[in-house]
């Protein structure tokens, strides 16, 4: 009882979010009974007609199916990968540097397109890949053909998963130095005694020493295995692209949202969850097994 | 853009407010209804019944008493009031003239900008049950409204208060309005028409034909040659490479109807009507994007793109994109309706030397070109079952109609009628009702203004908004006149109204007349990926990635993929 008290004013610095979180995320899952339905507006979820599984037997028979959940997959895991490999490698190269007004110079400017939203970075991609852009006027200085990247099926997932990572690997490098800083120095002192080079002290005390995080941040990033980014696909893709470039969350949206049918982009949202929730539950088993970290 | 940002926080908002709104929904019902009957009862007692029943039957009778009715309000972007005044949505020059003509006040329930945001809120408020006394409606949703028993069925309205000229606006377009807002002999709706878009015109930068010395347009050759000039010849000094030739809207390059940046009449010209439900010889409905006769015009803009005609990046543009491109010089040849100076306006407040010219064309053997009507209606006004004065809403459009359509506006002088016309005029603030035009307006404002000019006609003896346009073109040729350079606006209207509107005013055109526009039972879940099966193999087309026999297999695929199923549902729905 007097742990709770002392306690107390800790667990009200949770409070707001926990409301957030009840408000935007358990209140809405009572939504997903229309994913059964056939829910019609007008007669609200109490009325609208039970259909069980057709919308999901639907989802499966449309011809694209296959394509959208293969792109969004492609895309995610693109996205994951070097989503890990590149703030690593950031990370530890700016470990390197011992210059501390460089250091923290460069780490302000990779945090910045962080914060700008996608429908203005969007611009600025579609400016830079454009036929006229930059990236064509280099190759034309090379002599080499203009390609048209953001109407090419061939180029669309690359530039989706390159802009994306170039957009958050600063910020995403920030945990991987905070878990650098955590390295006690003595380690290194007597690998250096020992003899070991920079190479090796970084192979044997550095990797392993941040090792753990990096297994946590893969495993909290696997549920987004079906998540390929709205906000960044919706600005950029166009009918060309549909074939490499159409994932799950822009389907819902022209479906749902356009074409104003609730319930299949409600089952195709669960799907989207359950499988995110294996995934997130597997990733968890693997890490406990292998490692003595654990996330639960 | 803006439009892609308000879109994603319309993902955002509706997701939240519509699951929570999911289960409030019926209790509030019940409310609201037992609250009517107490009005009901009230009012009765209340009022001698003989001024209401007069009310109620009677076009332009007062209500004994103020009538209040809530209102879903479609608003656009920017809404404004004259400066200095404290009017707001439910206060100002058009509500008090509701309120001077039939004692009736609204009560805005929600706003919300025109288009799929109003759309959104529509729906939510259905889901909650809780609609509006009038709203707009698409005919999807004035359909479901309809099928459960949620609005009001409005015949009797119509047949005692629609006012002469109302009638009339609808038999402009032989009542194709009333026909479609019609089920089982009951009118639901007050259709808001669709004005007749005239045309389509290729519109062509004049001072660049000159300076080339290139002769008016005629056939599919003289487009081609004259794309292919601009392009090589570079007339604007835009730099080599710099000019595009002619630009497309990406999303649909053809088929929309009243839209710019499409190339409908190269498919109209080969006897194909895009993106329509059309009938065939044989007098069944057929989807014109599958037809065979789509072929020919795709191969001539696949063409066009390969010789660079087409502007080359086209697959990304948005339509702002494009006209930013006509805006700035760099492309001078679009397809667009008579009212492309509403768009091309920038590019002369830019650059006075920009002479944009209207050609019809290219017309087919027998001297015409070939277009398809649109959509009778734009939306619907509907009335929520079980509200006291349904009638109210036919009276307010009445008003309307009078003060915009009618002469009103010239005879009532009173200082409301003329606050009335200077919301109308300077476009202050939403009309919560409105009305609707007559189906050939933009050839009738021609013939109105064009014979005033001439002074063949009273400037009084037309609507208000064509006096306004008609003191806009005087004052265009007036500043001709005088050798000063006119205004952009009058630029605008002038060549808008007398200069694009004569050209579809005089020149005869074949019109194809669509046998559906409404949505059949798997249209709903099948529509968006055959759209965009469609839109993929159009645009692969286009751009040359796929030659013209992928077309067949497009076909092929649009058939399995529900094409076919759709294909028999729409003939069994037009029977």
Known sequence: MRRWKKQIYYHALMLPGMIFLIIFSFVPMFGIIMAFQNYIPAKGILKSKWVNWDNFKFIFTI????????????????????????????????????????????????????????????????????????????????????????????????????????????????????????????????????????????????????????????????????????????NLYNPLVYESGDIIDTYIYRVGMLQRQYSLATAVGLIKSVIGALLIAIANKLVTTHSDRTMF | ????????????????????????????????????????????????????????????????????????LQVNASVTYPSGSDDNAENNGYTRLYKNKLNIQNKDVFEAVDGDDYDQKVSMAITSQEIPDIMNVDYKTLKELIANDMIEDLTECYNNCASDLMRDIYA????????????????????????????????????????????????????????????????????????????LNPDIYYGGYAQAYQANNIFTYYGACPKQWIEDKDG??????????????????????????????????????????????????????????????????????????AYIVPAGADGKVTMFAGDPNQHYKVVRKGYEHPELLVKAVNISLDYNQGTSCYTD????????????????????????????????????????????????????????????????????????????????????????????HDTPVNVIQPVFFDQTDSMPLKWSSLEKLEKEAMLKILTNEKNIDYFDTFVDEWMKAGGEQITKEVNEAIK
């Open chain 1, 63 to 234: 011809p694209d199916s296959k394509q959208i959940f293969l792109n969004t997959i492609i895309i995610a895991f693109g996205k994951m990968l070097l989503g890990i490999i590149v703030p690593v490698c950031f990370a530890l190269l700016l470990n390197e540097i011992s210059r501390k007004v460089f250091k923290k110079t460069v780490q302000t400017i990779v945090y910045l397109p962080h914060f700008l939203s996608w429908v203005v970075l969007a611009a600025v991609v579609q400016y830079i890949f454009a036929y006229d852009g930059p990236i064509n006027s280099l190759r034309s200085l090379l002599s080499f053909d203009p390609i048209m990247f953001m109407g090419s099926n061939k180029w669309f997932r690359p530039i989706m998963i390159f802009t994306e990572s170039w957009k958050e690997f600063g910020y995403g490098s920030i945990i991987y130095l905070a878990a650098l800083t955590g390295i006690d120095p003595g380690l290194y002192e007597a690998a250096a005694i020992d003899g070991a080079n920079r190479w090796r002290r970084l192979l044997h005390i550095t990797l392993p020493g941040i090792l753990p995080i990096i297994l946590i941040m893969t495993t909290m990033s696997l549920p987004n295995i079906l998540n390929a980014g709205f906000d960044q696909i919706f």
């Open chain 2, 172 to 247: 402009s377009n032989d009542n194709k309005s009333l026909d479609m807002a019609t089920f089982d002999g009951k009118l639901y709706a007050i259709p808001i028409t669709s004005i007749s878009a005239g045309q389509e015109m290729l519109w062509l930068r004049g001072d660049w034909m000159d300076q080339l010395n290139l002769d008016e347009p005629k056939t599919i050759d003289d487009i081609e040659h004259i794309l292919q000039e601009f392009v090589d010849k570079d007339p604007g000094n835009n730099g080599a490479g710099k000019t595009v030739g002619l630009v």
């Open chain 2, 1 to 72: 853009m803006l439009r892609k940002i308000i879109h994603q926080c319309l993902l955002m908002t509706i997701t939240i407010c519509f699951t929570m709104n999911l289960f409030t929904g019926c209790s509030l019902k019940k409310d609201n209804a037992t609250q009517e009957t107490g009005v009901r009862n009230e009012t009765l007692e209340s009022n001698s019944t003989d001024s209401w029943e007069l009310a109620r039957t009677t076009p332009y009778e007062p209500y004994p008493e103020e009538v209040t009715y809530s209102i879903g």
């Open chain 2, 284 to 357: 069944n409905a057929v989807y014109g994007s599958v037809q065979p006769q789509m072929k020919q015009g795709l191969q001539v803009l696949a063409d066009w793109y390969k010789k660079g005609l087409i502007d080359q990046q086209v697959a990304i543009r948005a339509t702002d994109d494009i006209t930013a491109l006509v805006t700035s010089g760099q492309c001078g040849a679009l397809f667009c309706g008579w009212w492309a100076p509403y768009t091309l306006e920038a590019s002369y407040t830019l650059n006075n030397e920009a002479d944009w010219r």
């Open chain 2, 413 to 504: 002088t009173s200082d409301i009628a003329k606050e009335y016309l200077e919301y109308v005029n300077h476009a202050y603030g939403v009309d919560p009702i409105g009305g609707f035009d007559y189906y050939e307006a933009a050839s009738l404002a021609y013939e109105h203004i064009s014979e005033a000019i001439e002074g063949k006609r009273d400037s009084k003896n037309m609507i208000m908004y064509e006096n306004t346009l008609f003191q806009s073109c005087q004052k265009y040729q007036e500043a001709l006149d005088k050798g000063e350079k006119p205004e952009s606006t009058d630029w605008l209207n002038y060549n808008a109204r007398l200069v694009s509107s004569k050209l579809m």
